[in-house]
């Protein structure tokens, strides 16, 4: 037996729980992370030639200098607040939805083109009839890997994957023949002011978006912690065996919180174009599903953290916009910084998830 | 060993232990989970140094500080979880890292020979070119014990060696220890169960919290002393006030068939069972007989291919678990850490499992904090489950903690029928007293009880029938004393002749 192996194995699984564990350091943990990217991104930067100084105070400036640059990083933030509360949530039932992109795309064309159809309905009915629309497509495209994985057992990253492209040609393929908008882009009629999210401050796009992603972190936390719901959702994702013990029903509870986490990633699709670009556009989603992902896995295993997570997100990327247009450093940088920041802090999570679920299993096999 | 002390921060794992034992000696290390025997036996093979103490081997001071200076020093240790790579051969995994040579290549035929000869010599039969995922798990035992007397090992430490052996296998591991004996060897055997102790030893030394309680010769010991060195106290079952059983019959099996993987025979081939009130019905066997699908059809987690399962006198066959435990039945799973439990779950949120939506604990699909966290401290304080606190995860208890709050959790469910498959399992002495205490409490409360156990003394102990399985099948069914231990250990082997 090679013991220093067994050892050191023993002693980076200790550092790893470290970082798992819970609560005020997991958050220095994070913190730690984004410094250390930034530092390689400086580094970066200085050997491409441009200057570290400039870059990063335009970063900064660009994320939290003043109104509009706050207001642009929580519009950026704001996709990636439903999306990684949507990947988040399905983590808390053992499911890992790779599928927030596509429902992503079918929410926001639901809810680009049902507003339309309800012209003479008030506003606020319009409105919460488009979200509504939003939230149910994106339910009905997390139901199809919920069903086959409770039915089938098909495996929902598999599905979740290929559903995306469906999504997103299917939509596309909607535009261009029933709902394109008379001109010379393939993209829905702009929606008219009552049918938009009420803009939160005037002359930003920040929108009323932002509000209803907080207050759905807020209510999902509260179905976790609280419900029977919530009970069996997290009894399913952390030892399904038990939950069918318990009488839980297993094929339920997949297939429902799938469901609720397809909802809530159609209502970033929802916000977009409620809320941002007014109308649907095919394409228009730079990842904000697969970004939801790495929000999700940095939040771990607290829904409440996805708000930091998605706001770190949407500064890179605010900041980022700035340090191109203002010191000409190409965005494909800030793009690495932010893959350095998802290597430090999800690598060591996502192999701490690998190690407690290795342990417990071998556990499991000590005492049988 | 002379005065070892090892703490693990603030426990004390082993405290001033002294420990001998002799050449051509079978020495019991006996005591309960956690007692520190492992630990002792961890320093002894070079797992962990101790903070102080000595260790003499052969009378010399020995410095151990890696499981290759014990090997040097003739020390060999088969672990309880083994340590084999399942896709080499049987002579592979012995040879692995002392590979015999020739001309730099590696001599897999004197390989061969050597083993061929230790294991003729001790009666450690095994074929060197079966694969190690292929052989069973006593045969599995029998590699790591050649491995380590290949090695040279004159001092043989086996950590619970029995844990994992059908009676018959713990027979032929007996052998197998008094031919070393015969040879000089020195065996140090870890255990927590008293029979063997008994049978097999020469001397035992008895550990408990970290220390030495006592060293006896096991001729001049007996069981009910062993006992109470291990636990402090003595343990008298108590089991009085007994309500006498009742003609009502509360669970009942109608020719319960589980067909097995195409090809293969069936689980369980019908299987008839009735259990009344006030009665405890035990079903004896070798594990892997049929028990797992037993108690999964009796719970439904597991439909029955033919047959009726009817709990007091309503037809549920086909209902779902929820369904047929909300009916009045009280679960204690085999597998705890699979089924009992949510490991990462607070001990509150695991003491409503299987109850979380009754009207009691939720109302409009919200769980009543207050209510659980209440129900859970009850279940704390009346089934002397050891915790910090209810919010701390129940993986981090002991098994025999995390056991007591499965059965405090099943056994305050409102129930008529019990469930208790292999319920003291992996329990040291005073948790398996503990809950086959309630479990009799339970008949004595006119509760109808199923108790499927592969330990042939608990079922003895607490049934009033006894029906044996074999292959899926019911094959003999009588009241308990119209056996005797003899004839239980045949049936369980399928041999139904020689009753």
């Given at each position: 037996m090679d013991l220093s192996g067994d050892r050191s194995s023993k002693l980076s699984k200790r550092s790893i729980e470290w970082l798992a564990r819970p609560g005020f350091s997991r958050f220095m943990y994070s913190a730690v992370a984004v410094l250390l990217a930034l530092l390689i991104g400086a580094i970066l930067i200085g050997a491409s030639g441009y200057s570290v100084k400039e870059a990063y105070y335009n970063l900064f400036m660009g994320a939290f200098g003043g109104v509009y640059s706050l207001a642009t990083t929580v519009v950026m933030s704001t996709p990636l607040l439903f999306t990684g509360l949507a990947v988040a949530f399905a983590f808390q039932c053992g499911l890992f939805n790779v599928g927030a992109e596509g429902q992503l795309y079918v929410g926001a064309l639901a809810s680009a083109v049902v507003p339309l159809a309800l012209g003479g309905l008030p506003p606020v009915l319009r409105v919460t009839m488009g979200l509504l629309a939003g939230a149910g497509a994106g339910a009905a495209f997390g139901f199809v890997p919920g069903y086959l994985k409770a039915k089938l057992g098909a495996h929902e990253v598999i599905t979740t994957i290929m559903l995306n492209y469906v999504a997103t040609f299917l939509t596309t393929f909607l535009v261009k023949t029933y709902f394109r908008d008379p001109g010379p882009v393939d993209q829905t009629v702009l929606l008219p002011l009552g049918s938009r999210l009420p803009e939160?401050?005037?002359?930003?796009?920040?929108?009323?978006g932002v509000i209803i992603g907080v207050l759905a972190v807020a209510l999902l936390n509260q179905v976790i912690r609280r419900s029977v719901l919530g009970y069996e959702i997290q009894a399913v994702g952390k030892n399904p065996h038990a939950a069918e013990y318990g009488g839980v029903n297993v094929s339920a509870r997949t297939i429902q919180a799938m469901m609720i986490s397809g909802a809530v990633a159609g209502l970033a699709g929802s916000a977009e174009a409620?809320?941002?670009?007014y109308r649907f556009i095919p394409y228009f989603s730079p990842g904000y599903g697969f970004t939801g992902i790495a929000v999700a896995v940095i939040a771990g295993e607290s829904l409440w953290a996805v708000i930091p997570a998605a706001l770190l997100f949407g500064a890179l990327q605010s900041g980022g916009q700035s340090m191109q247009l203002f010191a000409g450093i190409p965005m494909e940088l800030m793009t690495m910084v932010q893959g350095l920041v998802i290597l430090f802090v999800a690598a060591p999570a996502l192999a701490s998830m690998l190690i407690k679920r290795k342990s417990s299993s071998e556990e499991g096999g000590g005492r049988a | 060993m002379e005065n070892i002390t090892k703490r693990f921060g603030n426990v004390v794992?082993?405290?001033a232990v002294d420990f001998d034992a002799s050449p051509g000696e079978i020495h019991c290390l006996l005591g309960e989970n956690g007692a520190g025997k492992s630990t002792l036996m961890r320093i002894l093979f070079g797992l962990c140094r101790a903070d102080s103490g000595f260790i003499y081997v052969n009378g010399e001071p020995a410095t151990i500080s890696c499981p290759r200076d014990a090997i040097a020093l003739g020390i060999g240790m088969v672990h309880q979880h083994f340590m084999l790579a399942e896709r080499l051969t049987v002579a592979e995994n012995i040879i692995a890292g002392s590979e015999p040579r020739r001309h730099g290549l590696l001599d897999y035929e004197r390989a061969r020979q050597k083993i061929a000869e230790v294991s003729q010599r001790y009666g450690l039969a095994v074929n060197p070119d079966a694969m190690v995922e292929e052989i069973s798990v006593g045969q599995q035992q029998r590699v790591e014990i050649l491995k380590a007397l290949m090695r040279g090992a004159r001092v043989l430490i086996l950590d619970e060696p029995t844990a994992v052996l059908t009676p018959p296998e713990v027979d032929e591991l007996f052998s197998v220890m008094r031919a070393l004996r015969a040879s000089g060897t020195t065996i140090i055997f870890i255990t927590h169960k008293l029979k063997e102790t008994m049978e097999i030893s020469d001397r035992v030394t008895v550990l408990r919290d970290g220390r030495t309680v006592g060293v006896e010769k096991t001729s001049d010991a007996t069981s009910d002393g062993l006992v109470e060195m291990m636990v402090g106290r003595s343990l008298p079952i108590h089991d009085d006030h007994r309500a006498p059983a009742q003609d009502i019959i509360s669970l009942e099996l109608k020719d319960v068939s589980v067909a097995g993987r195409k090809g293969s025979r069936a689980r369980l081939s019908s299987v008839n069972l009735a259990v009344r009130r006030g009665e405890i019905l035990g079903i004896a066997g070798v594990?892997?007989?049929g028990q797992l699908e037993l108690e999964e059809v009796a719970t439904g987690l597991r439909r029955p291919s033919q047959g009726k399962l009817i709990i007091n006198g309503q037809?549920?066959?086909?209902?779902d678990t929820k369904r047929i435990r909300d009916k009045g039945v009280a679960y204690i799973p085999s597998d705890r850490l699979k089924r009992g439990m949510v490991s990462p779950f607070s001990l509150a949120r695991n003491s409503v499992l299987g109850m979380q939506h009754s009207a009691h604990f939720s109302t409009r699909g919200v769980l009543q904090e207050d209510v659980v966290r209440e129900h859970a401290e009850s279940i704390v304080d009346l089934y002397d489950v050891r915790a910090e606190s209810i919010d701390q995860p129940i993986g981090s208890l002991s098994g025999g903690n995390q056991q007591k709050l499965v059965v405090g959790r099943e056994l305050t469910?409102?129930?008529?029928?019990v469930i208790a498959a292999q319920p003291t399992r992996g329990l040291d002495v005073g948790a398996t007293h503990y809950i086959r205490e309630q479990i009799l409490a339970s008949r004595n409360r006119g509760k109808a009880v199923l108790l499927i156990s592969a330990e042939l003394d608990e079922i003895l102990e607490l049934s009033d029938r006894i029906a044996v399985i074999y292959e899926g099948q019911i094959i003999d069914v009588r009241r308990a004393g119209q056996y005797t231990e003899r004839e239980l250990g045949l049936l369980m082997t399928g041999q139904r002749n020689g009753v």
């Amino acid at each position: 037996m090679d013991l220093s192996g067994d050892r050191s194995s023993k002693l980076s699984k200790r550092s790893i729980e470290w970082l798992a564990r819970p609560g005020f350091s997991r958050f220095m943990y994070s913190a730690v992370a984004v410094l250390l990217a930034l530092l390689i991104g400086a580094i970066l930067i200085g050997a491409s030639g441009y200057s570290v100084k400039e870059a990063y105070y335009n970063l900064f400036m660009g994320a939290f200098g003043g109104v509009y640059s706050l207001a642009t990083t929580v519009v950026m933030s704001t996709p990636l607040l439903f999306t990684g509360l949507a990947v988040a949530f399905a983590f808390q039932c053992g499911l890992f939805n790779v599928g927030a992109e596509g429902q992503l795309y079918v929410g926001a064309l639901a809810s680009a083109v049902v507003p339309l159809a309800l012209g003479g309905l008030p506003p606020v009915l319009r409105v919460t009839m488009g979200l509504l629309a939003g939230a149910g497509a994106g339910a009905a495209f997390g139901f199809v890997p919920g069903y086959l994985k409770a039915k089938l057992g098909a495996h929902e990253v598999i599905t979740t994957i290929m559903l995306n492209y469906v999504a997103t040609f299917l939509t596309t393929f909607l535009v261009k023949t029933y709902f394109r908008d008379p001109g010379p882009v393939d993209q829905t009629v702009l929606l008219p002011l009552g049918s938009r999210l009420p803009e939160l401050i005037s002359g930003t796009r920040v929108s009323l978006g932002v509000i209803i992603g907080v207050l759905a972190v807020a209510l999902l936390n509260q179905v976790i912690r609280r419900s029977v719901l919530g009970y069996e959702i997290q009894a399913v994702g952390k030892n399904p065996h038990a939950a069918e013990y318990g009488g839980v029903n297993v094929s339920a509870r997949t297939i429902q919180a799938m469901m609720i986490s397809g909802a809530v990633a159609g209502l970033a699709g929802s916000a977009e174009a409620m809320g941002t670009l007014y109308r649907f556009i095919p394409y228009f989603s730079p990842g904000y599903g697969f970004t939801g992902i790495a929000v999700a896995v940095i939040a771990g295993e607290s829904l409440w953290a996805v708000i930091p997570a998605a706001l770190l997100f949407g500064a890179l990327q605010s900041g980022g916009q700035s340090m191109q247009l203002f010191a000409g450093i190409p965005m494909e940088l800030m793009t690495m910084v932010q893959g350095l920041v998802i290597l430090f802090v999800a690598a060591p999570a996502l192999a701490s998830m690998l190690i407690k679920r290795k342990s417990s299993s071998e556990e499991g096999g000590g005492r049988a | 060993m002379e005065n070892i002390t090892k703490r693990f921060g603030n426990v004390v794992a082993n405290d001033a232990v002294d420990f001998d034992a002799s050449p051509g000696e079978i020495h019991c290390l006996l005591g309960e989970n956690g007692a520190g025997k492992s630990t002792l036996m961890r320093i002894l093979f070079g797992l962990c140094r101790a903070d102080s103490g000595f260790i003499y081997v052969n009378g010399e001071p020995a410095t151990i500080s890696c499981p290759r200076d014990a090997i040097a020093l003739g020390i060999g240790m088969v672990h309880q979880h083994f340590m084999l790579a399942e896709r080499l051969t049987v002579a592979e995994n012995i040879i692995a890292g002392s590979e015999p040579r020739r001309h730099g290549l590696l001599d897999y035929e004197r390989a061969r020979q050597k083993i061929a000869e230790v294991s003729q010599r001790y009666g450690l039969a095994v074929n060197p070119d079966a694969m190690v995922e292929e052989i069973s798990v006593g045969q599995q035992q029998r590699v790591e014990i050649l491995k380590a007397l290949m090695r040279g090992a004159r001092v043989l430490i086996l950590d619970e060696p029995t844990a994992v052996l059908t009676p018959p296998e713990v027979d032929e591991l007996f052998s197998v220890m008094r031919a070393l004996r015969a040879s000089g060897t020195t065996i140090i055997f870890i255990t927590h169960k008293l029979k063997e102790t008994m049978e097999i030893s020469d001397r035992v030394t008895v550990l408990r919290d970290g220390r030495t309680v006592g060293v006896e010769k096991t001729s001049d010991a007996t069981s009910d002393g062993l006992v109470e060195m291990m636990v402090g106290r003595s343990l008298p079952i108590h089991d009085d006030h007994r309500a006498p059983a009742q003609d009502i019959i509360s669970l009942e099996l109608k020719d319960v068939s589980v067909a097995g993987r195409k090809g293969s025979r069936a689980r369980l081939s019908s299987v008839n069972l009735a259990v009344r009130r006030g009665e405890i019905l035990g079903i004896a066997g070798v594990d892997g007989n049929g028990q797992l699908e037993l108690e999964e059809v009796a719970t439904g987690l597991r439909r029955p291919s033919q047959g009726k399962l009817i709990i007091n006198g309503q037809d549920v066959t086909g209902f779902d678990t929820k369904r047929i435990r909300d009916k009045g039945v009280a679960y204690i799973p085999s597998d705890r850490l699979k089924r009992g439990m949510v490991s990462p779950f607070s001990l509150a949120r695991n003491s409503v499992l299987g109850m979380q939506h009754s009207a009691h604990f939720s109302t409009r699909g919200v769980l009543q904090e207050d209510v659980v966290r209440e129900h859970a401290e009850s279940i704390v304080d009346l089934y002397d489950v050891r915790a910090e606190s209810i919010d701390q995860p129940i993986g981090s208890l002991s098994g025999g903690n995390q056991q007591k709050l499965v059965v405090g959790r099943e056994l305050t469910r409102p129930h008529s029928v019990v469930i208790a498959a292999q319920p003291t399992r992996g329990l040291d002495v005073g948790a398996t007293h503990y809950i086959r205490e309630q479990i009799l409490a339970s008949r004595n409360r006119g509760k109808a009880v199923l108790l499927i156990s592969a330990e042939l003394d608990e079922i003895l102990e607490l049934s009033d029938r006894i029906a044996v399985i074999y292959e899926g099948q019911i094959i003999d069914v009588r009241r308990a004393g119209q056996y005797t231990e003899r004839e239980l250990g045949l049936l369980m082997t399928g041999q139904r002749n020689g009753v």
